[in-house]
């Protein structure tokens, strides 16, 4: 099992920044990725970013393509996710997600955060 914690979350105005963390209760080295996915009201959850564990290879939705980054720390088993130039429709609650060596990465997610709420003020 593994705990994520998500923090960083908060109000911004739009055109500003915002960096949510993740942090793991184990290594995520033992993980095959860790992703960022939002869920505004009304609306189905979405996957925004992914990225592996050891490559460190990374995917983005088309709407936060060049405006997020993902990055990771594999010593702190800490993820991150960049946000710049927030828009009012990227408001919603992002949620950290773990994906298993041997499951079905980026289709299902085995671990979820508790989620943070970003809201985008215009």
């Known amino acids: 099992q593994v705990q994520l914690v998500e923090s960083g979350g908060g109000l911004v105005q739009a055109g500003g920044s915002l960096r949510l963390s993740c942090a793991a209760s184990?290594?995520?080295?033992?993980?095959?990725?860790m992703g960022w996915y939002r869920q505004a009201p009304g609306k189905q959850r979405e996957l925004v970013a992914s990225i592996t564990t050891i490559g460190g290879s990374t995917s983005y939705a088309d709407s936060v393509k060049g405006r997020f980054t993902i990055s990771r720390d594999n010593a702190k088993s800490t993820v991150y996710l960049q946000m710049n130039s927030l828009k009012p429709e990227d408001t919603a609650v992002y949620y950290c997600?773990?994906?298993?060596?041997?499951?079905?990465?980026?289709?299902?997610?085995?671990?979820w955060g508790q989620g943070t709420q970003v809201t985008v003020s215009s």
């Open positions: 997600a773990a994906y298993r060596r041997g499951g079905s990465y980026p289709l299902m997610v085995d671990y």
């Open positions: 184990r290594s995520i080295i033992m993980l095959n990725a």
